[in-house]
Every structure is written in C-alpha cells, then in structure tokens.
C-alpha cells in the first residue's frame, strides 16, 4: 500500500461511517493528528507510516487531537466526536503505526556506541516493535525491506527528497547491511569524493534498485548518497561518520566534542590543507596530558617560545620530559625489540629537545601556566 491509497481507505472508510463530508486533504491532516502532530507537515517532516498494524506496536491514537482539528476544520463538537470516533476505529482495524525519524534512527544504530551520547536530539528510545518491524526484516535480506515494508520506504523517501536530514540518515541505516563495502573501498571513494570536490550523484530510489540487475552496486551508491545528503544537511552523525570513512571534510567546521577523535580530526585537517585546525587539535591533546602532542607542537607547527616552554615545563610535571633523549631498540617494522627472539636492532625513539631560553619573568610566567594545566589533568584523572 502506498501513503495516498492510505489516506483513500481512510476517507472511505468514514465517508461510509457517515461522517461529515472531509476533503483528502484533511484526511491527511486527521491521520497525522492521531499520530500526536499538530499538522501533516509537521508529521512528514519527522515521521513516517510503517508497514506495522497500530496494535501491534502497542500504539493509541491521540483521539483527543483528531477532535481538535476537526473542530478546526468547522465540524461542531458532535461531529467531530464522530469523526474521530470513526477514524480510531479505523486504525484500530487496518491503520499503519506512525514512527518518528529519531526513533526509527535510535533502533538502527542501538549497537552503535557513538550515538549513545550524540546531542544531535534527545536521546530516542528504541522501542521494541520498531525492532520486530524493521529491524527483524532487515535481517531476512534486502528483498524481505523492499517487499514488507513498502510504506516505510516511501515515506522515508518523500522526507529525504525535502531534505530532511534524519530521513537520510534513516534510510542510510537501512541500507548499512546491504551495501557496506571494505574499508579500503571507502578510502578509494574518499580520494574520488576531494577530487570532485562535491558529491553530485543522483539518488536512485527503491523501485529502480529493486527492478535492476546491478542492484549491490545500485545500493552501494544509494546508501552513500543519503549518508552524504545526511551530512550536508547539517546532521552531526552522518558528517562525524563520512569524516571517518571517507574523509570528508564537513567534520573540520564543527565545534569540538568529547565524541570526535582528535588523532582523526588530525589526520582530516592536515589531509585538507587546514593547518590551523590540526593545531587546535593537537593542542586539545597537548592539554588532555599528551606528551606526543607536546612534541608535535614544538618540532612541527611553529609554537611560540612561549608556548614551547610551557609545553616543555608540563611535560617535566607529567615525568616525561621532553628535553631528554629517549632511545630505545626496536625491530625493523618498528616495533620493541625483544631480546629473547633475537637479529638485527635499530635504534628508535627521540632526541631530546632543546629550547632557547626565556627571560627569568617569562619562564616564570610558563611555570605558573604549566603547573595550572598540571592541576586540570589531575583532576580530569580523578573524576575518571
């Protein structure tokens, strides 16, 4: 069934009861109603309807609601206590359960630790028959999402072609388990996608994929379209994700996080000629305690003596001091040697680093600014 013969059926449905004459359109507004919205935009911009009886997602119709935008459509009080009436009888006995775009992406991704703490939105349950719907099916194949859950997939559709960056994400999701490819794919993508610029693919839709036989290559194309549609709609998921498996470079715009890996964020900045950033990421290091980032800012991106010696002093403070040479033997791949296995050694580690003076004043000044970074990452380490 497809979202307009759903509206159809439930405009018959109570022009037979007897209710007042409604046009369509107000149909769609009565159903978007009992899914708890103010208006049907208001609905298709953050739900769909599922290919799942109401009952059996445990779901009520907000009666109440549906009798307020019938009042609104100039029905009387008694008419609209009939409408609605006839309405939840309907859904009762052959409506689609809605789901919001938030839940449907929580039921998704609920083995994925990254969005655990996303503040993208409030945190959605995962309600258990958004897994027996979607999830349960999705893992019967490709074909078992195309043909059970057709109204789902229009919907998701319709919203994402509004740009709607929550039905990109969803529908990517979906698609996750038919068209991962290996991570060395991705990186082959990543190089194509800087080379181009931008990504200027057309979405190819469901019934294409399903009526063609390139279809792993069709779902491939389709998954990767909506994730990056996701990301350039702003969602913070979608472009951490396409940060990450393909280097695209909408991650370097955002605000830091604790859910952002600053080596990455590292590696993405100097891939994209953002120096500046790169150093801003290193300096997040720097002052998290990491000494490795200390050094990186000395010897690679210009710090200011200043800086160097506060860095320098801090790291003394942290008993890894990085005036001091640390040597040390190591295999020919770079790993420790091991003296029980034995052949040739390298020598691998640092040179110590060495920083010309500051004036007595100065290098009081980064003594004083270390020991109070000192003190942050101590209680930073206690809390945790």
Known sequence: ????????????????????????????????????????????????????????????????????????????????????????????????APVRFEELIAALASDEDEWADSDETEPAVVADWLSIAVVSRMQQGFDALLSELPMLLEGLEAAAARGIAAAHLATAFMLEPYGALPEEDDHRFGRELRWRGQWSAEPVGFAEIAAGSDRFVRVVAKHRYHLLAAARCGDRRAILLTAERYGDPGALELEPSDEMDPYAMIDLADAHDRPELAYQWLTVLALEGEVSAMRALIEDRDETPFRAWVWMHLSRMLDRDLSQDRHEAINEDGTPYDDDVGGPAYVGGFDGIELAPLSAEENRRAQNEAAQLFAAIEERYQLT
């Open 1 to 96: 069934m497809t979202i307009k013969q759903y509206a159809f059926h439930a405009h018959a449905y109570l022009r037979a009861q007897g209710s007042t004459p409604l046009t369509r359109s107000q149909v769609h507004e009565l159903l978007a109603a009992a899914a708890g919205f103010a208006t049907h935009a208001a609905f298709h911009h953050q739900a769909a309807w599922c290919d799942l009886a109401w009952r059996d997602a445990g779901l009520a119709p907000d009666e109440d609601r549906v009798i307020q935008r019938c009042v609104h459509f100039g029905l009387s009080s008694e008419e609209a206590a009939r409408a609605a009436h006839g309405l939840v009888s309907f859904l009762d006995a052959a409506g689609y």
